[in-house]
């Protein structure tokens, strides 16, 4: 099992090892007039027959270079350095001159700074202006049909891993735009996986402002780590799309894909038909394939739209899923005004079995409570989103929107469970079985206005939503327990008592919710600004929750008042609040406070009860930010929030689902206060990929609201929420990465700790927990285009935990998480590849047995036609057969196990054709040499 890990973990270091080159060229750069050493200049080598980018590195300290991992060849050296003219010189490698030293190289000023440097016969692979890093697609290598990621990858301190997520200097990129806009969505993997590479003029990296700071001029802040795809002026009219089928034994998964774009209008449609963890539009996919995440937002408030119904496998049993979507965007009238349609249908059916194992610390002893559960779940949804907005002039802009969808749930789930004192005393059986059926229908629509004042960062926004919500369900309660006796031993179980619930639940309810918010900003002087807004707020909700036992006659007609309520509540609330921004130089400070005022208004009808609450909700916050450099920064952040009782924690429901676990409410609870600081260092080395990021976090929270549990003799435990007024439960997580380029290689470690300390009420008794972790991460990964590519990182970390109420029994250990994945590119149009995971957890003082599992899934594909569109394939996925599903948690004074089936090992045959047709009736323009 592990030797199979490791031999693959050394194949793919081998393949790195011994395909490196030993030819190099080194120098050094200087101003022979001013006898000053360049240090930080570019240093490139290109290939001389095409000008494709082969090695990149910077002058250091001294001005000194190497360029190293060269081959056999004719190539260019080209030397660039703001203001000075590019320095090139062709040069030659062979067997008897494996390396060339330069020496002295002169660098010449220039009359004038330069923002671009252009060179005759040559393509500049990397231009750096201001805080944006542009790419020329033209120096990079580009394969027939490889796409955008394929072109990415040859970036510096650009890494793409095996799911397509893209990380630059250490931090993960969160769009992709195409020329300045969102391309079917804002998920990243939609352009770099679809789009092809030839069709690429530049790319650019940058942080891209938040669409307030956009819009105010007023800097937040808030940044997104973005990549501007520029195409080529030929290439921004088409289509794109894919076909896939895969068939297995007891396995199958199908999709379709296909995208019309022109510059204005875009037509997008999707579905998937599969038994594997492809689920189609979780997340991610549906802004994969066409449907944007409608947002609206000003300062200070935001309503989304979009995934919340979307259905997700968490691995959990053997999903069968289906999905379908559609999206329309539609630009006119020069641009300004936007319709964009999104529709969406799918369902999934899951049927699996877990067995649980809980653990649970009294002052006594403990508790273990051992279950096994059968479960049938289906869902299946439905949602339509529209939003227009219109550009009224220069300065306001109007946008609105509507969202509806609904949602029908079945679930049956069978349990089977025994509780034992201190492991080996019988304290109950239960056996239950509960069926729940379900419908969900939600409307919701959203105004938001935006106007720039004649003064610079002088705006106002008025953002207004209201939302209607129903939810009604039928489901039934079969349960048998049986308690034993405390002074019950294996061989004369003595029965203290038993309780059988037959009961017929209905639940219905039904809710609006109003929100306006008013966000106005004034600048004060040129580095000073105030941002101010108000909300008002009112949410209107009934929810009736009925318990039936059978009558006599055998209908469910008597109603259980203890497990039963029907009650109206009316929330308002009202929220201020003011943000300071300076900005000046390399500095950036926000600092200010948002109060709110919320009245919370219950009546209980059964008992004629009226529960009203008031709360002070205060949320504070300091943000400071100083940029060293374009490639520099720290950034340190506090933010207070207060945390209201939720309406559960308040209401003194009972409910009986679970009847060895029963919540009961508490009115009298107070809200919570949390204090959290963050700090960051990042700083980072375009063209040798170097960077470093370290950050840091503390969170303390006061007036906590906790758990407040009582276990009786049975095994029988009832919860309560209540305020803790002279502890403060706390956590903090520091961490560091580091990395950089050594040759063909992006190598990198880092590590970190992080801990908890939480606290609960058992039995009367304050309980505290203390958990850390403290951990390390090793890896490296390579490309080289239509060669190889490898992935590895290694992971060990150290858990302690411990609750104070049974420091004998804690859950220490170790645990290893170790990924690798590799392909190769063989001649003839074939690929292999394998990924592979190796996971490990000690066995503890909690739990006697480690746990132990190495997945390994592995395929050979074969391209097929001149653009290498169709792709035959047969894959294995999980090829040991160990992929058993398991998870281990630790919460309050409680220890988790579960085990559970999930997807196994199995063959699949594939056919994937990816079809493109880019810049269809467009004229394509002669290119012309550009010079000096």
């Given at each position: 099992m592990k030797t199979a890990i490791f031999g693959f973990i050394f194949s793919v270091f081998a393949l790195c090892v011994f395909g490196q080159n030993p030819y190099l060229v080194k120098g050094f750069v200087i101003d022979p007039a001013e006898n000053i050493k360049l240090e930080n200049t570019s240093i490139l080598v290109m290939n001389a027959k095409d000008s494709t980018l082969l090695n990149f590195t910077r002058a250091d300290n001294n001005g000194n270079f190497t360029v190293d991992n060269l081959k056999q060849g004719d190539f260019i050296l080209l030397l660039s350095y703001p203001g000075y003219a590019d320095y090139s010189e062709p040069?030659?490698?062979?067997?008897?001159?494996?390396?060339?030293?330069?020496?002295?190289?002169?660098?010449?000023?220039?009359?004038?700074?330069?923002?671009?440097?252009?060179?005759?016969?040559?393509?500049?692979?990397?231009?750096?202006?201001?805080?944006?890093?542009?790419?020329?697609?033209?120096?990079?290598?580009?394969?027939?049909?490889?796409?955008?990621?394929?072109?990415?990858?040859?970036?510096?301190?650009?890494?793409?891993?095996?799911?397509g997520k893209i990380t630059a200097h250490g931090e993960t990129i969160t769009k992709v735009l195409v020329d300045g806009e969102e391309f079917f969505g804002d998920d990243p993997t939609l352009v770099t996986k679809n789009l092809r590479a030839d069709m690429v003029d530049k790319v650019q990296l940058y942080d891209k402002k938040s669409d307030q700071a956009t819009f105010t001029g007023i800097d937040d802040g808030v940044k997104d780590k973005t990549l501007n795809i520029k195409l080529k002026e030929d290439k921004k009219k088409g289509y794109f799309g894919k076909l896939s089928a895969g068939v297995a034994k007891g396995y199958y998964e199908q999709q379709a894909m296909a995208n019309l774009f022109t510059a204005r209008q875009k037509l997008s449609v999707y579905g998937t038909n599969s038994n594997t963890s492809t689920t189609g539009l979780n997340w991610r996919d549906s802004q994969r394939f066409g449907e944007s995440n409608t947002s609206f937002s000003d300062d200070g408030y935001m309503i989304s739209y979009g995934s919340r119904d979307d259905i997700s496998y968490?691995?959990?049993?053997?999903?069968?899923?289906?999905?379908?979507?559609?999206?329309?965007?539609?630009k006119w009238d020069s641009n300004k005004k936007t319709f964009n349609l999104n529709y969406k249908l799918g369902d999934m059916e899951v049927n699996g079995y877990r067995d649980n194992l809980n653990q649970r610390n009294l002052p006594s002893g403990i508790t273990q409570n051992v279950s096994h559960n059968v479960f049938r779940n289906y869902l299946s949804r439905q949602r339509l989103n529209a939003t227009f907005t219109n550009k009224i002039d220069s300065t306001s802009t109007i946008k609105l929107g509507i969202s509806a969808g609904t949602k029908h749930t079945k679930s049956n789930d069978d349990f089977d469970s025994e509780t034992y004192k201190n492991n080996d005393i019988l304290q109950n059986r239960n056996k239950r079985t509960v069926d729940n059926n379900g419908d969900q229908q939600n409307v919701e629509a959203n105004i938001l206005w935006n106007k720039k004042l004649k003064k610079q960062r002088r705006t106002v926004s008025i953002n207004t939503s209201i939302a209607y919500n129903k939810n009604n369900s039928e489901g039934y309660l079969n349960s048998e327990n049986i308690f034993f006796n405390p002074s019950s031993t294996d061989a004369n179980l003595i029965i203290d008592s038993m309780v059988n619930?037959?009961?017929?639940?209905?639940?219905?309810?039904?809710?609006?919710?109003?929100?306006?918010?008013?966000?106005?900003?004034?600048?004060?002087?040129?580095?000073?600004?105030?941002?101010?807004?108000?909300?008002?707020?009112?949410?209107?909700?009934?929810?009736?929750?009925?318990?039936?036992?059978?009558?006599?006659?055998?209908?469910?007609?008597?109603?259980?008042?203890?497990?039963?309520?029907?009650?109206?509540?009316?929330?308002?609330?009202?929220?201020?609040?003011?943000?300071?921004?300076?900005?000046?130089?390399?500095?950036?400070?926000?600092?200010?406070?948002?109060?709110?005022?919320?009245?919370?208004?219950?009546?209980?009808?059964?008992?004629?009860?009226?529960?009203?609450?008031?709360?002070?909700?205060?949320?504070?916050?300091?943000?400071?930010?100083?940029?060293?450099?374009?490639?520099?920064?720290?950034?340190?952040?506090?933010?207070?929030?207060?945390?209201?009782?939720?309406?559960?924690?308040?209401?003194?429901?009972?409910?009986?689902?679970?009847?060895?676990?029963?919540?009961?409410?508490?009115?009298?609870?107070?809200?919570?206060?949390?204090?959290?600081?963050?700090?960051?260092?990042?700083?980072?080395?375009?063209?040798?990929?170097?960077?470093?990021?370290?950050?840091?976090?503390?969170?303390?929270?006061?007036?906590?609201?906790?758990?407040?549990?009582?276990?009786?003799?049975?095994?029988?435990?009832t919860y309560q929420s209540v305020n803790l007024s002279d502890k403060r439960p706390n956590n903090y997580n520091m961490y560091f990465n580091f990395a950089r380029k050594i040759g063909p290689i992006n190598g990198g470690f880092g590590g970190g700790v992080n801990g908890n300390t939480y606290y609960n009420y058992v039995n009367g008794e304050l309980n505290k927990g203390v958990s850390n972790s403290y951990f390390i991460s090793l890896n490296a990964s390579a490309y080289r285009e239509s060669k190889y590519d490898f992935y590895i990182t290694l992971g060990p970390r150290y858990k302690t935990g411990y609750s104070s109420l049974q420091k004998n029994i804690n859950n220490n250990g170790w645990e290893l998480f170790n990924r690798a994945s590799f392909n190769i590119y063989l001649p003839l149009n074939f690929e292999f590849g394998a990924d592979g995971e190796y996971q490990y957890q000690q066995k503890t003082s909690s739990f006697d047995t480690s746990f132990e599992r190495t997945i390994i899934n592995s395929s050979i594909r074969k391209k097929f036609f001149k653009e290498k569109n169709l792709v035959a394939s047969v894959s294995v996925r999980d090829l040991l057969n160990q992929n058993v599903g398991f998870n281990r948690s630790a919460y309050d004074n409680s220890i988790s196990q579960s085990s559970y089936n999930t997807i196994r090992r199995y063959f699949m045959f594939s056919l994937i054709w990816d079809f493109n047709k880019m810049g269809i009736g467009s004229k394509v323009k002669t290119p012309t040499k550009e010079t000096e």
């Amino acid at each position: 099992m592990k030797t199979a890990i490791f031999g693959f973990i050394f194949s793919v270091f081998a393949l790195c090892v011994f395909g490196q080159n030993p030819y190099l060229v080194k120098g050094f750069v200087i101003d022979p007039a001013e006898n000053i050493k360049l240090e930080n200049t570019s240093i490139l080598v290109m290939n001389a027959k095409d000008s494709t980018l082969l090695n990149f590195t910077r002058a250091d300290n001294n001005g000194n270079f190497t360029v190293d991992n060269l081959k056999q060849g004719d190539f260019i050296l080209l030397l660039s350095y703001p203001g000075y003219a590019d320095y090139s010189e062709p040069f030659k490698l062979d067997s008897v001159n494996k390396s060339i030293d330069f020496g002295k190289v002169d660098m010449v000023l220039k009359s004038r700074l330069l923002a671009e440097v252009l060179v005759k016969g040559t393509a500049n692979a990397i231009t750096i202006k201001g805080d944006t890093t542009e790419f020329n697609a033209v120096a990079y290598v580009i394969q027939p049909n490889s796409k955008v990621e394929d072109l990415i990858k040859q970036f510096p301190g650009i890494e793409v891993d095996k799911d397509g997520k893209i990380t630059a200097h250490g931090e993960t990129i969160t769009k992709v735009l195409v020329d300045g806009e969102e391309f079917f969505g804002d998920d990243p993997t939609l352009v770099t996986k679809n789009l092809r590479a030839d069709m690429v003029d530049k790319v650019q990296l940058y942080d891209k402002k938040s669409d307030q700071a956009t819009f105010t001029g007023i800097d937040d802040g808030v940044k997104d780590k973005t990549l501007n795809i520029k195409l080529k002026e030929d290439k921004k009219k088409g289509y794109f799309g894919k076909l896939s089928a895969g068939v297995a034994k007891g396995y199958y998964e199908q999709q379709a894909m296909a995208n019309l774009f022109t510059a204005r209008q875009k037509l997008s449609v999707y579905g998937t038909n599969s038994n594997t963890s492809t689920t189609g539009l979780n997340w991610r996919d549906s802004q994969r394939f066409g449907e944007s995440n409608t947002s609206f937002s000003d300062d200070g408030y935001m309503i989304s739209y979009g995934s919340r119904d979307d259905i997700s496998y968490n691995g959990q049993g053997i999903p069968e899923t289906r999905s379908t979507a559609a999206s329309y965007e539609n630009k006119w009238d020069s641009n300004k005004k936007t319709f964009n349609l999104n529709y969406k249908l799918g369902d999934m059916e899951v049927n699996g079995y877990r067995d649980n194992l809980n653990q649970r610390n009294l002052p006594s002893g403990i508790t273990q409570n051992v279950s096994h559960n059968v479960f049938r779940n289906y869902l299946s949804r439905q949602r339509l989103n529209a939003t227009f907005t219109n550009k009224i002039d220069s300065t306001s802009t109007i946008k609105l929107g509507i969202s509806a969808g609904t949602k029908h749930t079945k679930s049956n789930d069978d349990f089977d469970s025994e509780t034992y004192k201190n492991n080996d005393i019988l304290q109950n059986r239960n056996k239950r079985t509960v069926d729940n059926n379900g419908d969900q229908q939600n409307v919701e629509a959203n105004i938001l206005w935006n106007k720039k004042l004649k003064k610079q960062r002088r705006t106002v926004s008025i953002n207004t939503s209201i939302a209607y919500n129903k939810n009604n369900s039928e489901g039934y309660l079969n349960s048998e327990n049986i308690f034993f006796n405390p002074s019950s031993t294996d061989a004369n179980l003595i029965i203290d008592s038993m309780v059988n619930i037959n009961q017929l639940k209905l639940n219905n309810s039904e809710g609006t919710n109003f929100n306006t918010n008013v966000a106005y900003t004034e600048p004060i002087t040129k580095s000073l600004s105030l941002v101010f807004n108000y909300r008002f707020g009112l949410n209107n909700r009934t929810s009736n929750k009925q318990s039936l036992n059978q009558s006599g006659s055998g209908r469910y007609d008597q109603l259980d008042s203890l497990y039963s309520n029907n009650f109206e509540l009316q929330e308002y609330s009202n929220e201020a609040g003011a943000i300071f921004n300076y900005k000046k130089d390399k500095t950036t400070l926000n600092f200010g406070t948002k109060v709110a005022h919320v009245d919370f208004n219950q009546i209980d009808t059964y008992t004629k009860t009226r529960y009203d609450r008031n709360f002070i909700n205060l949320n504070p916050q300091v943000n400071y930010q100083y940029k060293f450099s374009n490639q520099e920064s720290f950034r340190v952040d506090y933010n207070g929030s207060s945390r209201q009782p939720g309406i559960y924690d308040i209401q003194p429901i009972r409910n009986n689902t679970d009847p060895l676990n029963i919540y009961i409410g508490n009115p009298s609870l107070k809200p919570s206060f949390n204090h959290r600081l963050n700090a960051s260092y990042n700083t980072y080395k375009i063209l040798n990929s170097r960077y470093l990021y370290v950050s840091g976090s503390y969170s303390l929270t006061e007036n906590s609201i906790v758990n407040k549990s009582t276990t009786d003799s049975v095994g029988k435990t009832t919860y309560q929420s209540v305020n803790l007024s002279d502890k403060r439960p706390n956590n903090y997580n520091m961490y560091f990465n580091f990395a950089r380029k050594i040759g063909p290689i992006n190598g990198g470690f880092g590590g970190g700790v992080n801990g908890n300390t939480y606290y609960n009420y058992v039995n009367g008794e304050l309980n505290k927990g203390v958990s850390n972790s403290y951990f390390i991460s090793l890896n490296a990964s390579a490309y080289r285009e239509s060669k190889y590519d490898f992935y590895i990182t290694l992971g060990p970390r150290y858990k302690t935990g411990y609750s104070s109420l049974q420091k004998n029994i804690n859950n220490n250990g170790w645990e290893l998480f170790n990924r690798a994945s590799f392909n190769i590119y063989l001649p003839l149009n074939f690929e292999f590849g394998a990924d592979g995971e190796y996971q490990y957890q000690q066995k503890t003082s909690s739990f006697d047995t480690s746990f132990e599992r190495t997945i390994i899934n592995s395929s050979i594909r074969k391209k097929f036609f001149k653009e290498k569109n169709l792709v035959a394939s047969v894959s294995v996925r999980d090829l040991l057969n160990q992929n058993v599903g398991f998870n281990r948690s630790a919460y309050d004074n409680s220890i988790s196990q579960s085990s559970y089936n999930t997807i196994r090992r199995y063959f699949m045959f594939s056919l994937i054709w990816d079809f493109n047709k880019m810049g269809i009736g467009s004229k394509v323009k002669t290119p012309t040499k550009e010079t000096e």
